[in-house]
């Protein structure tokens, strides 16, 4: 008999047993079928959907694009122009703690646009700067200089995701995570430099803290991507082509030679360790959400550890409530491809 291709044998498997039929059988039989199909979810370097919102840039390049990293609290907010239903914005910043960059004072502040709190696209913004909210900001000076009062005025330096709304959990794991990535670039200047195993060490503790984890987990899954791309380029395995690769720069920096600007991916991926592979292994067991990060983690450790990913994945049939959102996210991951390798 000619062999089925893992989607086609996943499309006729759902085909008999629809989710809810799925879940009507005994705890004991959905999960051990789901684990058997495991093994006919997508190939590896099947490209995953992408949908029209831009990703977050991963932290360390919003961080290195910044003139000012701060932690914050909200001040009031002023209207100092309008256009239509846009207006102009200046919010105090009251600096907590300053991460990268220097200024005069202990307030700066922030300008943004937004639209009238009558208009409905922008009925939130008020409440996104409410006085009192502490906020992670990544800043970059004002093209009008100077602000209110003559404090030092600053914009948002990534549309998207500049401010941060964190509550405090979150931000002391952000802020360990800055600190950490200040002395790197501390390091790197005084080296001339920027450690390839350093960063690779920065970006496995970042998934490793489930709090920060959606802040790396791209920049993982690409170093882990490209290193296999080599590999294969190659003709061999990924771990002859990281030690290929860490021979080379090892022979360079021998002969006296630094490496310039950002590391390559590949390189990043020839960094990561057996003890930092186990770590987030160990990360992924001790998961107990179903974010989109965590479905990443849960990828990106396949590649390495198919019995992590199936203990963990075990572990959440058999507990999974038919009547929660997480059974049928379960069911996606186990067949429609959201667990490539």
Not at 109 to 138: I, M, Q, T
Not at 150 to 157: C, I, K, L, T, W
Not at 185 to 199: K, N, W
Request: aromatic share 8%.
């Amino acid at each position: 008999m000619a062999a089925i291709g893992a989607p086609a044998i996943v499309a006729a498997w759902a085909a008999t047993w629809p989710l809810r039929a799925w879940q009507e059988r005994p705890r004991r039989e959905r999960w051990r079928c789901a684990a058997f199909w495991i093994q006919a979810v997508e190939p590896p370097g099947r490209a995953r959907p992408t949908g029209a919102v831009r990703p977050p840039d991963p932290l360390r390049k919003v961080y290195d694009a910044s003139d000012l990293v701060i932690a914050a609290v909200v001040g009031p907010s002023v209207v100092v122009g309008r256009d239509g239903p846009q207006i102009d914005v200046v919010t105090d910043l009251r600096i907590e703690s300053s991460i990268k960059g220097t200024v005069s004072g202990r307030e700066v502040a922030y300008r943004h646009d937004e639209y009238d709190v009558d208009d409905a696209a922008g009925s939130s913004w008020r409440a996104d700067f409410a006085p009192g909210r502490r906020v992670l900001a990544f800043l970059q000076r004002s093209k009008a200089d100077v602000a209110l009062a003559g404090r030092p005025a600053f914009e948002s330096v990534d549309f998207h995701f500049g401010i941060r709304k964190l509550a405090d959990p979150e931000c002391a794991a952000y802020l360990a995570r800055l600190d950490a990535l200040a002395r790197i670039d501390r390091e790197a200047r005084r080296r001339g430099e920027l450690s390839s195993a350093d960063l690779a060490e920065w970006i496995v503790a970042t998934v490793e803290n489930p709090l920060t984890r959606g802040e790396a987990t791209a920049e993982l899954r690409r170093a882990q991507e490209a290193l296999a791309a080599a590999a294969a380029k190659a003709g061999t395995s990924a771990e002859v082509a990281a030690e290929d690769l860490k021979a080379v720069v090892d022979r360079f920096h021998a002969e006296g030679g630094a490496l310039r600007g950002e590391p390559p991916a590949a390189l990043l991926g020839a960094y990561l360790t057996a003890a930092q592979r186990a770590r987030l292994a160990a990360a992924l067991g001790s998961t107990k959400t179903l974010r989109k990060e965590d479905l990443d983690l849960f990828s990106i450790v396949r590649a390495w550890d198919e019995k992590a990913v199936t203990d963990w994945l075990v572990r959440w049939l058999r507990a999974a409530d038919p009547r929660s959102g997480d059974s049928e996210e379960l069911w996606w991951l186990v067949c429609c491809g959201r667990a490539e390798r």
